[in-house]
């Protein structure tokens, strides 16, 4: 009970350094495309600058501060009229120049903040900062297999060497940084999943894109008793705890892993009498831990200076011109107004922006209820099972709103055209006409549904007699019967509505 009450009386203080990749045609500081694929070659998308070589000059691409300014309004930050670049300098196998450009005191937006979902409460994170830089370039850690075996990648700790491409170097970056608001890995989760969104529904992200969205947790233990009523933790107590910096993590899932073995490891430490390492980590996607990689550097050791090769950035004449589209919550309010959609199907329907454009497509030709049924339940359960996402099908749009159409005009019941048509459609790449036809799926005649119910009443006398008994299972028997007569092209509502008829 003791150790039971030392675990509760500590809590985990996390903040996070978000890096997302901006979708720009070329890089940040030179002309050299972004589009690269899996199999290219490494190390042939660079260049004199992005390789850091003598006398090459950075060039600031405008799209990528176009993109910065967007992500600052998406996050209701404030954005100075001038912002300026430099050096933050630290040696590493991934930085071709020894140095990085980023932005230290003079960031491109300040004072944000993001609010999402958890546990069904609202919550709101406050945004520190948010500023450009460059993308360094990518690791590859190698281990040497058996001699009949190919040397294959692996994690950093268990590396027998480690390649370096840079083709990812100067890829334009936003660096996302929090304040300490986050008292539970899930809720880290929660939050980057509605930052991805906002970000797709931008337009200035790839979320499919290889590394394209980063996190670097910072994880400190402090007492309950410091965690003041408003959730905040004042900031002598936090000066005061070590705190670990888990680096790279990949993916929602891996953030909220990684952080939850992070918050045992450290209680487990303190617990124990022993001091937590003030360190930086590595998560091992792998095993779901985090392993030392080295001690946590200070600001001070990056020597921070300004970036000579670069003037001011001066946005005051065109930041107010940029504009950005409508973002995730006011669309799924809009939604809910426009179309009268309940909270759960506006929800789905606007978790991904291409979600929300097919879906309003279809809407404007029927509908918006029966669209919203067929879209967010059926075709998005369907695709979600399969492990495929909305992009799959947006290139058939006008099959999928032929299918709406068959249901909408009743030639086809919504069970076939679920349960039958559409999944026919994902598996077999088939238009709905051709499968309604090959499967005999048209609706059923009304004097045929009626022939069906009599018949099935006349035949099966023990059901009828259970039906006026009471019990509840006497009508569904009777409606399989006649949906197996009709082949099951006969409307349910109808069948039931015509059954109650006749044992009435």
């Not at 209820?369 to 979600?384: F, K, M, Q, R």
């Not at 019941?413 to 799926?441: C, F, Q």
Request: negative net charge; aromatic residues 6%.
């Amino acid at each position: 009970m003791a150790r039971a009450a030392e675990r509760a009386a500590l809590q985990p203080v996390i903040g996070l350094e978000v890096h997302v990749q901006l979708d720009t045609e070329t890089k940040v500081f030179c002309g050299c495309s972004t589009d690269g694929d899996a199999d290219e070659e490494p190390n042939t998308r660079v260049c004199p600058v992005c390789l850091g070589l003598p006398g090459a000059l950075p060039v600031v691409n405008e799209a990528a501060v176009a993109a910065a300014v967007k992500v600052g309004k998406a996050l209701d930050a404030e954005i100075p009229a001038e912002t300026q670049f430099h050096r933050k300098n630290y040696y590493y196998p991934d930085l071709p120049k020894n140095f990085q450009i980023t932005q230290y005191d003079a960031p491109l937006c300040a004072d944000g903040e993001l609010e999402f979902s958890h546990e069904g409460d609202r919550r709101s994170v406050r945004i520190r900062r948010a500023h450009l830089e460059e993308d360094p370039g990518s690791l590859q850690h190698v281990r040497e297999g058996p001699a009949d075996l190919d040397a294959r990648t692996t994690s950093v700790d268990r590396a027998d060497y480690t390649l370096v491409d840079y083709n990812r170097a100067g890829t334009p970056l936003m660096e996302i940084v929090t304040e300490p608001d986050f008292r539970e890995p899930a809720a880290v989760r929660g939050f980057l999943e509605k930052l991805e969104e906002v970000l797709a529904y931008l337009g200035i992200f790839d979320p499919e894109g290889d590394g394209s969205l980063r996190v670097d947790a910072n994880l400190s233990m402090v007492s309950a008793d410091d965690v003041r009523a408003d959730g905040t933790v004042p900031e002598d107590v936090l000066k005061d705890a070590n705190r670990t910096e888990v680096k790279n993590i990949s993916s929602h899932r891996g953030a909220e892993t990684a952080l939850s073995y992070e918050a045992s490891r450290q209680r487990d430490q303190i617990e124990v009498g022993r001091e937590v390492a003030q360190e930086t980590r590595h998560y091992n996607e792998t095993h779901g831990n985090t392993v030392s990689m080295r001690a946590k550097e200070e600001e001070k050791d990056y020597r921070y200076f300004p970036e000579s090769d670069l003037p001011s950035l001066q946005v005051a004449d065109w930041r107010e011109e940029i504009e950005i589209p409508e973002l995730p919550d006011a669309r799924r309010e809009r939604f809910r107004e426009e179309y009268g959609l309940g909270e759960e199907a506006a929800a789905k329907l606007t978790s991904r922006k291409t979600v929300a454009d097919f879906y309003e497509a279809v809407a404007a030709e029927f509908d918006p209820e029966l669209a919203a049924t067929l879209v967010a339940d059926s075709l998005l359960g369907e695709l979600n099972y399969r492990d495929r996402g909305i992009d799959a099908v947006t290139d058939r749009l006008d099959e999928f709103e032929r299918l709406i159409e068959l249901v909408a005009t009743d030639q086809v019941t919504t069970k076939n055209a679920e349960e039958t048509v559409l999944r026919a459609m994902l598996d077999e790449g088939e238009d709905p006409d051709t499968v309604v036809d090959r499967e005999g799926l048209g609706k059923a005649a009304d004097d045929e549904v009626a022939t069906a119910v009599t018949t099935a009443v006349a035949e099966n006398p023990d059901a009828v007699d259970d039906y006026h008994a009471g019990e509840d299972g006497a009508l569904n028997f009777l409606v399989g019967q006649v949906m197996a007569a009709t082949g099951g092209s006969a409307d349910p509502g109808t069948v039931n509505e015509l059954l109650h008829e006749e044992l009435g």
